[in-house]
């Protein structure tokens, strides 16, 4: 007997072509990457397929499982992963997501990996952590040039080898790093994991790791304290000889989301390391790698954004409530275009991070712009994911709020990028002592945003506010998120003002700079084109 009929159900988002977003693909041509545009589009429509989906969902329903000893009593240390994890890691190396900027000399390699990394994270964010770290480490082992030599072309390789086997001896290799511990946190310098020289050059790591992801990769950077001081090293999971590092593995992290990668506890048993950069130097040597993982924090966020988003704006075209579609009703509306606004002012600033990144090593004012724009962005964009999210979440109503509709898992990912490589006061306080130390940094952030002077009257006064914000140094501690925030905001109106859509720029210029709006989403003053706004996250 048929009770009732099912209808007014919204139609499954996949397939969905993820790239198809104008604050990206301009970013891309604007940042000197429009060569890669094709292979963007080949990802997004990837990415948005039925078939990545389905793995994203599956390696996050089934997470990984740990596997300290084999049937006979052995120790292995190894964690096992659902078949589809694999399958998300080979798109993302054969792509060059992971170390493959590094071999490639074209202007705009680093910016075509960031719209790659943005499109292809819609898929699953969980696998993403090894792929950057396996970025961020390349710069990092510079600093010891035989290292560097014998490894980074496989680091660059677009070959996923998940096989355990000596480093050497592989086609591609996955890196991880291991820094914090139970007593410091962030605080690395209180570290107390040893690391004792050896007459072989080597090192003997003894010592305990509290958040060490990807426990399966290849090759981790880690930081021990050596007779020198705080020093880096690079300890591979199987040695020269074959055998395995004694890198023991004592739990899987049970983490509020990012759920299909594999974050662990870890104890170092007399491990055997190799040093990277002078003893003594080790927070030095890592701080290359911290901003090209910061990029990716910014990166990760902005893809969430997105997709919260576009997964509103889907729901909404198809919902019929009180006689009407969502997107027809005002107030609906009004939280849509919000939400989009917010999409658009995390990529295009996330772009032109990229561009930065991708110039720093030839155009000393580009680095320093990168240096103090990646800390006040991370700060902001990573900020703003969790509410953003949970907006989203709500313009599905109960749906949203239930597993399958895949909502909870972007809620549950959104505040991990705010936590990774340093959260909140660690990311204001960094930027304040980049304006302390490198004085320059505050140069290339003024001289950014008055790119844009004269095209906006809110953000002049935005701009004018900072500049009274940084003269005054008294408690600027504790006024360092308030500070950082509005550097972020006024960098994000101005690169809006110069490349976003018009109707984007002045809405956001009115609101987050303006004070024109109330303090959640879905209060935008009227006036504002909703209509040409909620457009950008058709797809």
Not at 90 to 95: F, G, L, N
Not at 350 to 373: C, H, N, S
Not at 420 to 433: H, K, M, P, Q
Not at 484 to 500: C, D, I, K, P
Request: charge should be negative; proline fraction near 5%.
């Amino acid at each position: 007997m048929q009770t009732h009929e099912v209808f007014n159900q919204v139609p499954d988002i996949a397939p969905f072509d993820a790239s198809r977003n104008p604050a990206l693909l301009e970013g891309l041509h604007r940042e000197g990457a429009g060569w890669a545009e094709a292979e963007v589009r080949e990802l997004g429509v990837l990415a948005g397929g039925a078939q990545a989906q389905e793995w994203g969902r599956l390696a996050n329903e089934y997470p990984p499982v740990l596997r300290t000893h084999d049937r006979y009593g052995n120790r292995i240390d190894e964690v096992e992963f659902h078949p589809h994890w694999h399958d998300l890691m080979r798109v993302a190396v054969e792509h060059g997501l992971h170390g493959a900027p590094w071999l490639d000399d074209r202007p705009g390699a680093h910016v075509a990996r960031a719209a790659k990394f943005y499109t292809w994270g819609v898929a699953d964010a969980g696998h993403m952590c090894p792929i950057s770290m396996t970025y961020a480490v390349v710069p990092a082992l510079r600093h010891n040039r035989e290292l560097s030599a014998r490894f980074e072309p496989l680091l660059g390789s677009r070959v996923y080898d998940y096989r355990l086997r000596e480093p050497s001896a592989k086609a591609g290799l996955i890196a991880g790093m291991s820094m914090t511990e139970k007593q410091g946190g962030s605080d690395v310098r209180a570290n107390t994991t040893t690391a004792t020289p050896q007459p072989d050059g080597t090192y003997r790591i003894v010592g305990h790791k509290w958040f060490t992801s990807a426990p399966m990769s290849d090759m981790f950077l880690t930081l021990a304290q050596a007779p020198g001081g705080l020093s880096c090293f690079l300890l591979p999971r199987v040695l020269p000889d074959g055998a395995r590092n004694p890198i023991r593995i004592q739990r899987l992290k049970d983490k509020l989301g990012n759920k299909s990668n594999a974050s662990s506890e870890i104890e170092y048993e007399n491990a055997v390391g190799w040093l990277v950069g002078a003893e003594g130097a080790g927070v030095k040597t890592i701080i290359e790698m911290v901003n090209m993982t910061r990029l990716d924090c910014v990166i990760g966020s902005a893809t969430g954004i997105r997709a919260g988003a576009v997964y509103a704006v889907h729901h909404a075209r198809h919902r019929k409530a009180f006689g009407a579609e969502l997107i027809d009703q005002p107030a609906m509306r009004n939280v849509l275009a919000d939400l989009v606004i917010e999409s658009d002012a995390a990529t295009t600033v996330m772009m032109r991070l990229a561009g930065a990144t991708d110039r720093a090593g030839r155009d000393p004012a580009e680095a320093a712009l990168r240096r103090i724009a990646l800390a006040i962005t991370k700060y902001w964009v990573c900020k703003r994911a969790p509410a953003h999210a949970a907006e989203a979440l709500e313009c599905l109503g109960g749906n949203g709020y239930a597993e399958e509709s895949g909502m909870p898992r972007l809620y549950r990912e959104a505040p991990l990028m705010s936590i990774w490589e340093g959260s909140g006061n660690v990311a204001a306080l960094d930027a304040l002592r980049a304006m302390g130390r490198q004085p320059e940094t505050v140069e290339a952030y003024f001289d950014e945003v008055s790119l844009a002077r004269g095209a906006n009257p809110r953000l002049d006064d935005a701009i004018a506010r900072v500049g009274k914000e940084l003269s005054d140094l008294d408690d600027i501690e504790y006024r360092a998120r308030r500070v950082v925030e509005l550097m972020a905001l006024v960098l994000q109106g101005a690169q809006l003002v110069r490349h976003g859509h018009p109707a984007v720029a002045d809405a956001f210029c009115a609101t987050r700079l303006g004070d024109d709006w109330g303090i959640a989403f879905g209060t935008l003053p009227t006036g504002v084109d909703t209509g040409a706004i909620i457009e950008r996250a058709f797809v």
